[in-house]
Structure formats: C-alpha cells, structure tokens
C-alpha cells in the first residue's frame, strides 16, 4: 500500500475517532480569517457591481490556490523531516477536512435534550447550526432541521473532501492533502461570502458557482453509492431524478433527497429566515416520521459510504504495488 493510501486511511480513522479537538487551531479558521480580510479590502476599494465581481475572483482564486501551496509547502516540508513526520503531519492535516464524527456529535448535540424533554435548550443548540430561525420550532421541525443539516453537509463535509484527497493521489506532484485542502478553501468561501443577498451579492459570485462546479462530480458519486448502498438504486435514482432538479442548488438538493429517499422520509417545506417565510421544494416521500433514529441511520449511511470508498480505494493500492 503506497504512503498516500495509508494517509488518506488514517486520516478517516482519526475523524471516527476524536473529530477536531475543542480548541485548537483549525485550517478552515485560518481560511476564514485570510476571507474575512480580504473581503474587507474588496468593500473598501470596490464600490461597483463589476470591480466587486473582479474582485471575487481574485479573492477566491487566492485562497484556494494559496491553500492548495501552503498545505503543499507543509507536507513536503514534514517529509524531508522524516517519513514517518510526513505521514503523521498528512493525515491530522487531511483529517481536519472531514466532519463525519463532527456532524454526528453536533446531530447528538441537539438530539439530546430533544429527548429529554427540553426543546427550549435544543432549539438554542440548533440555532449554532443553521440560518433558520429556532426559537418557534416544533419537535418535529427540529428533527428535520438536523436531518436536512448532516444530509446536505453530507457531501460538502465528508465524502467531497475524500473525493478530492483520492484525487489527489493520482497527481503525484500535488498529493492528497493540498487537493483536499483547495476543496475547502472553496466551501469556506462559499459558505462565507457565495450568498446572493448584500452585501456579497457581486463579491461572491464567482466563489459560489465554483463550489458548486467542484461539488457536482462527488455529490453525483455520493448519491450512486449510497444508492448501491441501500440495494433499491432505480427507486432512489426515480425520487432524486424527481425531485432533486426543483431545489435551487445543483449539490444541496440532490445530497438531501438521496437520503430522505432511502431512508423513506420527506424534508424540504417552510422555513422561517430573519422573520422571513421561505417554501423550500419538498424533497422525498412522506412514508415515516423524521427520528433521532432516522437521522442515525443518515449518519450510519455517510459514514458506510466512506468505507466503501476507502475499501475500493485500498483494493486499489495493494493491486498497484503488485
């Protein structure tokens, strides 16, 4: 098994197992705040649609492009340390961009007092979470709430980053960790400034549809497996192929409805943003209530996904050294 193999292995065990330890340093903190700074900068000299459209894209190709080379910098710099340094150093970097065990303990989170009775305390927890407005929702809206979060964040959080750290594996000169780190330089950016509302309605455009662009293929790999997975792949593809296209976004509507189709439950509706009454499409059959069972379940059908690309992916590497 190559050394890149073993990274990209030990950098999932290392998400089962202890996620991103409470305070430390995070990438996608040091991404945010380079975003931050440099949105301030575009603001200050930008004042019209079209310079502030410019100046997205040059903000955005800076922090992806200079991820990908520090991260690349880093673990040539641990390697010509010693081996042993490189591969440690690889994997904690590649497992920070994983939020498998992350969305599971946000999830339980918000599930626990849930069930306890307290939904004053799990609508609190839930609003760190999401945009939509909390302090109203029903037992059964904050169920969906935390479904529809670990289903979209499903691939952008976890099986996206994977994706491009195997990706990586097959550009020698660039390796696993950089590639992954590039895919979350651009979710952190789309999750920060991809908005079409002021004031990021011209500074975030690019960002946006580039994130979308780069998510397509493995969200499309996402719901083929997870399909296969649940061993009904033609009735999943059917409700994804029928109700997938109506939600806005190419990625999030698609990640969402292969798992309400599979697991037999329905998401999408009302939702409540700043005071605001926003439909979203209605994703999914409405066959079964939404439970902390079933949004385990969710959580059990991203992280089998994992393994079997990490499987096919060792299958790979022992073969390749033969």
């Given at each position: 098994?190559?050394?890149?193999?073993?990274?990209?292995?030990?950098a999932?065990?290392?998400?089962?197992?202890?996620?991103?330890?409470?305070?430390?340093?995070?990438?996608?903190?040091?991404?945010?705040?380079?975003?931050?700074?440099?949105?301030?900068?575009?603001?200050?000299?930008?004042?019209?649609?079209?310079?502030?459209?410019?100046?997205?894209?040059?903000?955005?190709?800076?922090?992806?492009?200079?991820?990908?080379?520090?991260?690349?910098?880093?673990?040539?710099?641990?390697?010509?340390?010693?081996?042993r340094?490189?591969?440690?150093?690889?994997?904690?970097?590649?497992?920070?961009?994983?939020?498998?065990?992350?969305l599971r303990?946000?999830?339980?989170?918000?599930?626990?007092?849930?069930?306890?009775?307290?939904?004053?305390?799990?609508?609190?927890?839930?609003?760190?979470?999401?945009?939509?407005?909390?302090?109203?929702?029903?037992?059964?809206?904050?169920?969906?709430?935390?479904?529809?979060?670990?289903?979209?964040?499903?691939?952008?959080?976890?099986?996206?980053?994977?994706?491009?750290?195997?990706?990586?594996?097959?550009?020698?000169?660039?390796?696993?960790?950089?590639?992954?780190?590039?895919?979350?330089?651009?979710?952190?950016l789309?999750?920060?400034?991809?908005?079409?509302?002021?004031?990021?309605?011209?500074?975030?455009?690019?960002?946006?549809?580039?994130?979308?662009?780069?998510?397509?293929?493995?969200?499309?790999?996402?719901?083929?497996?997870?399909?296969?997975?649940?061993?009904?792949?033609l009735?999943?593809?059917?409700?994804?192929?029928?109700?997938?296209?109506?939600?806005?976004?190419?990625?999030?509507?698609?990640?969402?409805?292969?798992?309400?189709?599979?697991?037999?439950?329905?998401?999408?509706?009302?939702?409540?943003?700043?005071?605001?009454?926003?439909?979203?499409?209605?994703?999914?059959?409405?066959?079964?209530?939404?439970?902390?069972?079933?949004?385990?379940?969710?959580?059990?059908?991203?992280?089998?996904?994992?393994?079997?690309?990490?499987?096919?992916?060792?299958?790979?590497?022992?073969?390749s050294?033969?």
């Amino acid at each position: 098994m190559s050394y890149g193999v073993l990274v990209v292995v030990i950098a999932a065990i290392l998400d089962y197992l202890i996620a991103d330890p409470i305070g430390w340093l995070h990438p996608v903190q040091v991404m945010g705040w380079f975003i931050s700074q440099l949105s301030q900068l575009a603001f200050k000299y930008c004042q019209t649609p079209l310079t502030q459209r410019i100046a997205g894209i040059l903000l955005g190709l800076i922090v992806i492009i200079g991820s990908l080379l520090i991260s690349l910098g880093i673990t040539r710099i641990a390697h010509q340390l010693h081996p042993r340094c490189g591969i440690f150093i690889e994997s904690v970097m590649l497992a920070s961009c994983f939020a498998g065990k992350g969305l599971r303990n946000a999830a339980n989170l918000v599930i626990s007092p849930l069930i306890a009775g307290d939904i004053d305390q799990a609508r609190t927890i839930l609003s760190q979470y999401v945009g939509r407005d909390t302090e109203n929702l029903s037992s059964a809206e904050i169920y969906r709430a935390v479904l529809e979060t670990v289903t979209e964040n499903a691939t952008d959080g976890v099986t996206a980053p994977l994706f491009y750290a195997i990706v990586g594996l097959f550009i020698p000169t660039i390796g696993a960790v950089p590639m992954a780190f590039a895919y979350k330089a651009s979710s952190t950016l789309d999750s920060m400034i991809g908005y079409r509302q002021p004031p990021y309605t011209y500074l975030g455009t690019f960002s946006a549809k580039l994130e979308d662009f780069f998510t397509w293929l493995p969200c499309r790999f996402t719901v083929l497996t997870l399909g296969l997975i649940s061993l009904r792949p033609l009735q999943v593809w059917r409700i994804c192929q029928r109700d997938a296209p109506n939600d806005p976004s190419p990625n999030s509507g698609w990640s969402e409805c292969v798992y309400a189709a599979i697991l037999g439950v329905q998401v999408g509706g009302k939702n409540t943003y700043r005071g605001v009454v926003k439909e979203k499409p209605l994703l999914g059959d409405n066959l079964r209530p939404i439970t902390s069972d079933v949004i385990n379940q969710a959580l059990d059908l991203t992280r089998t996904c994992v393994l079997v690309w990490l499987g096919l992916l060792v299958i790979w590497g022992v073969g390749s050294r033969k």
